[in-house]
């Protein structure tokens, strides 16, 4: 360990904590998980799509408004 005396030591400080500033900034990262969070909906979405579009899955949603809009049953 070097130690400093003088103007060596406080332009050394200065130094650590400008490093330490510029790991401390999270600038940006809100966009990302923003980002993260979209690829996340559209993954979600297209997974919907490809279940929706089963002949399977339409003949239950069929059926099912078919029941809730017939009267008397």
Do not use: P
Request: aromatic letters at 6%; glycine letters at 12%; proline letters at 0%.
């Amino acid at each position: 360990m070097i130690l400093l005396t003088g103007a060596g030591a406080g332009a050394a400080a200065r130094q650590r904590w400008t490093r330490l500033r510029q790991l401390a900034d999270d600038t940006g990262s809100a966009t990302a998980e923003y980002a993260i969070a979209t690829m996340a909906a559209v993954g979600f979405a297209g997974l919907l799509v490809v279940i929706m579009r089963s002949d399977e899955v339409r003949g239950i949603l069929t059926d099912l408004v078919r029941r809730a809009l017939t009267f008397g049953g």
